[in-house]
């Protein structure tokens, strides 16, 4: 039976989640928060090691920007993945946020059993809506104009896109969403959005105020834009590499902006709660 679990590095969404796992009763400590957060009185390690003896590692997502040290943006020191990989109690269970394959492959020629979190699709629909939030919330301080009225163009129709558009329709905006999928292009027409096939994007991209994009790979490429009107703000919503060609972007002066990771930024406790309830279910399908 695991008792005994370590958080390591992360952001206010690992507090949260640590908080609530010595809620319910297991023994939890915390590693990698030194600096500038609250962390709520929860019992820190007083070295790596201490920290992987537990019987759970629980990671932060992303677990490392740089496939070279860990993600702990609260801590004075680095961590390196070979700190985590080679020093974890080899009968430990370890989760993770967009564990990259090199860590995963670490992890694997130990034998130690890991999962990421954020390939679940539990977290992912329940992460849609505070992404689709911190998008809008960046929309209306960024711009002069309200989203009553505003244009917005809605690139992707899945699981952060449909919340995403649904949001901006209820605020009154002009609602269009870039789909390929027949079935999806009805569905966005039924949920009262305008329907847009990729060569009619191109073909009115530079009607809209704002633009935002949820489709990880390059959609907006130098020759859509080159179209697009220098006041509209695009907010890209992907993960790395992201939907935008940046470099052409920043040459046609253009504003973008790459808004990673909001659900830790803009609603840490929701996220927090989102991704404790998903390791929850994890260990309940291994009955650990």
Request: some cysteine; overall charge negative.
């Amino acid at each position: 039976m695991f008792k005994t679990i370590s958080v390591i590095g992360g952001d206010l969404r690992q507090i949260t989640l640590a908080r609530m796992l010595l809620d319910d009763g297991y023994d939890v400590i915390i590693y990698g928060f030194t600096k500038d957060i609250q962390t709520d009185g929860i019992p820190s390690a007083d070295t790596i090691r201490r920290a992987l003896s537990s019987d759970i590692i629980i990671l932060p997502v992303p677990v490392t920007f740089d496939n070279r040290t860990i993600n702990m943006p609260f801590c004075d020191t680095e961590l390196s993945i070979e700190d985590i990989t080679d020093n974890i109690n080899p009968l430990s269970l370890v989760f993770g946020g967009r564990i990259s394959e090199y860590i995963s492959a670490r992890l694997t020629a130990r034998g130690i059993m890991h999962r990421d979190y954020m390939k679940r699709d539990e977290l992912a629909i329940r992460n849609a809506v505070p992404t689709a939030e911190g998008a809008i919330e960046i929309a209306i301080s960024e711009t002069p104009i309200t989203i009553h009225g505003s244009k917005c163009l809605v690139l992707g129709y899945g699981k952060v896109g449909k919340i995403l558009a649904h949001s901006l329709d209820g605020l009154g905006a002009e609602t269009y969403v870039e789909a390929r999928k027949y079935a999806d292009l009805a569905l966005i027409e039924g949920h009262g959005c305008i329907p847009l096939t990729m060569n009619e994007t191109k073909a009115n991209i530079d009607r809209f105020d704002i633009i935002f994009n949820t489709i990880p790979a390059l959609v907006l490429d130098e020759n859509i834009l080159k179209n697009v009107r220098p006041d509209t703000l695009i907010i890209d919503l992907a993960s790395k590499p992201g939907g935008v060609d940046f470099q052409t972007a920043k040459e046609l002066g253009l504003r973008v902006i790459w808004a990673l990771s909001i659900p830790g930024r803009t609603a840490p406790v929701t996220a927090g709660i989102i991704i404790k309830d998903t390791i929850t279910n994890i260990l309940s399908e291994l009955e650990v």
